[in-house]
């Protein structure tokens, strides 16, 4: 699974990276992005603008909002035929920017955890999925869910899962609403691990109330 990720980068470095604009002043650096918070996507309606969605994903035809809380991610092999997923996988599929995310091994009886990044620092995106949701007000929630794969080599070491994170080529791919699912389904893959390190990292990112820098530090 995916249940925690950093993107650490200036506000200026994703605008470029992405090509998008984002909206006011609402963009922070997120080194402990949990679930349940307001995180940056770029959506597929409009690829040249991110905004914030909440993290879990709360489908359109949902009684109660806090389903949301148990759909942080979507299977790659299954997210197009899951009642939850279908629809936002046909029509609503997102980037989700990033620099790195976390898996904790829990193999000796205690949670440590992992920092997984490319080693050359670079940002990239997961491939999400999103919907929208009215309360009987009327007011919407925006929300999304991460998709993962098959852990390659490093990530395998404590997790089976990854999230997908997309070659670069593939991105707008991804985003594009006229791509048939066929070939949608072919990018949900794990990484290549040539390009990734992985390292300990303080037990500080095991709080989401430590968003800071210093919840990153390495562990020797």
Known sequence: MCGRFSLTMPLEDVKERFEVEIPGNLYEPRYNA????????????????????????????????????????ARAETVAQKPAFRSAFKRHRC???????????????????????????????FAGIYDYWKNEKGDELRSFSIITTEANRPVSQVHDRMPVIL????????????????????ILKPYSEMEMEMYQISTMINSPSNDKAEALQRVA
Do not use: C, M
Not at 46 to 60: E, H, I, M, Q, T
Not at 172 to 181: A, D, G
């Open 34 to 73: 949990a679930p349940g918070q307001n995180i940056l996507v770029i959506p597929q309606e409009s690829p040249n603008k991110a905004d914030f969605y909440r993290w879990g994903l709360v489908p359109s035809w949902a009684k109660d909002p806090k389903i949301g809380n148990k759909l942080i991610n």
């Open 95 to 125: 980037l989700v920017p990033a620099d790195g995310f976390y898996e904790w091994d829990k193999k000796n009886g205690t949670r440590l955890p992992y920092r997984f990044t490319f080693k050359d620092g670079r940002i990239f995106a």
């Open 167 to 186: 070659n670069q080529d593939d991105e707008l791919h991804w985003i594009n609403p006229r791509l048939e699912l066929d070939e949608i389904k072919k």
